[in-house]
T-cell receptor
Framework: DTEVTQTPKHLVMGMTNKKSLKCEQHMGHRAMYWYKQKAKKPPELMFVYSYEKLSINESVPSRFSPECPNSSLLNLHLHALQPEDSALYLC???????????FGPGTRLTVL | QKEVEQNSGPLSVPEGAIASLNCTYSDRVSQSFFWYRQYSGKSPELIMSIYSNGDKEDGRFTAQLNKASQYVSLLIRDSQPSDSATYLCAVNGGGATNKLIFGTGTLLAVQP
């Protein structure tokens, strides 16, 4: 299985809502990533988990809270977001050794 | 600041021609280089990885790496309208991290 899945595909939330994005991979990868992508821009790294531990946090605001419950799952908890947080949120996974990152289909987030 | 640079395009080529996409990077210690294809509204798809100097071919795609010149390219032979997409160059950030540095992408338009 060479697929990374993400749910939901689309999410609309108000600034006071709490929601979560979910990501799952069954490729045996031990590194997982969250990216944010705005239109016509490259993906922007948010968080990296290696062996289920947070290894990189790119100074992301605390309204974004990542969680890695096990080696196959990655969550991104959202709270009190701003309209400028509207974007495509991408999950990716890779082996530790080769860093070929495979992306999921993304969650299109709109904050009203 | 580690940088990856690409011409934003659009690069317009006729159907059946060779499309040549170029990328330069600033960090000499980079060891891994990737090309992603991204269709509008979709997530990035890994199409080529290259780790050593020279050429690597996969079907209609050839990646070329020259570490001395800090240059990596992607050639697409027999270009098809379905190849029209944004092509993202990504470089491993070096060191003990799994961080990829993305270029801004080149928009390729293949004209029927």
């Amino acid at each position: 299985d060479t697929e990374v899945t993400q749910t939901p595909k689309h999410l609309v939330m108000g600034m006071t809502n709490k929601k979560s994005l979910k990501c799952e991979q069954h490729m045996g990868h031990r590194a997982m990533y969250w990216y944010k992508q705005k239109a016509k821009k490259p993906p922007e790294l948010m968080f990296v988990y290696s062996y289920e531990k947070l290894s990189i946090n790119e100074s992301v605001p605390s309204r974004f809270s990542p969680e890695c419950p096990n080696s196959s799952l990655l969550n991104l908890h959202l709270h009190a977001l701003q309209p400028e947080d509207s974007a495509l949120y991408l999950c990716a996974s890779s082996s530790i050794e080769y860093n070929e990152q495979f992306f999921g289909p993304g969650t299109r987030l709109t904050v009203l | 600041q580690k940088e990856v640079e690409q011409n934003s395009g659009p690069l317009s080529v006729p159907e059946g021609a060779i499309a040549s996409l170029n990328c330069t990077y600033s960090d000499r210690v980079s060891q891994s280089f990737f090309w992603y294809r991204q269709y509008s509204g979709k997530s990035p798809e890994l199409i080529m990885s290259i780790y050593s100097n020279g050429d690597k071919e996969d079907g209609r795609f050839t990646a070329q790496l020259n570490k001395a010149s800090q240059y990596v390219s992607l050639l697409i032979r027999d270009s098809q309208p379905s190849d029209s997409a944004t092509y993202l160059c990504a470089v491993n950030g070096g060191g003990a991290t799994n961080k990829l540095i993305f270029g801004t992408g080149t928009l390729l338009a293949v004209q029927p």
